[in-house]
């Protein structure tokens, strides 16, 4: 997170110099109206890309939800509309709808951080990051659960493929697919969409 905030300050500050550099340069054209029509244009886009990298980050991490439910909760015979109401949208796509995060988009596809790996739905131990490689895939790669009752797997024909969907066995979220091509020492490979997941900071 810093890592991507201080991306940003940085290239503010780029942008802010050479826009400084541009009017020392150019006063002339500092005067017309389509320059200044230009700058609007530039600090709007530095804005939005902000707003957006914002709402990702705190989709990832967002288990306020979590917070209010007592700590025996069934998590399978919670009604979809709560889901539904405290969920980001990607995460309820996602998790309990079954989709797919675009790749290379999610917090933990690129994040190596040592620690344990929960479902962002419930809170469940799922994977260890001691598991976590990198697939070149554009998704969390793991090649085994952080225990065998984790999560359960599923036949999944969907889209025409034959693939094995991977699940979380507390609250039944779809979190990813599992393949066989991973490395050793269990040559599987647990495709698993970020957003699904959250570490502890
Ligand atoms: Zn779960």
Redesign the pocket.
Known sequence: MPVTVSRHLLTIVFLVLLLAVFCQQNPDIVQQTTYNMKQWLVLLTILTLMSNDNKARHGESNIEHLRNLPENTN?KEIPDSFWQKHLTPLQYQVCRKAGTERPFTGYYNTHYKDGIFY?S??G?PLFSSKTKFNSGSGWPSFYEPISPDAVTLHEDHSYGMFRIEVR?S??D?HLGHVFNDGPPPTGKRYCINSVCLFQKE
Do not use: D, P, T
């Open positions: 998590f479902c739905v419930c469940q979380c507390r609250c979220s």
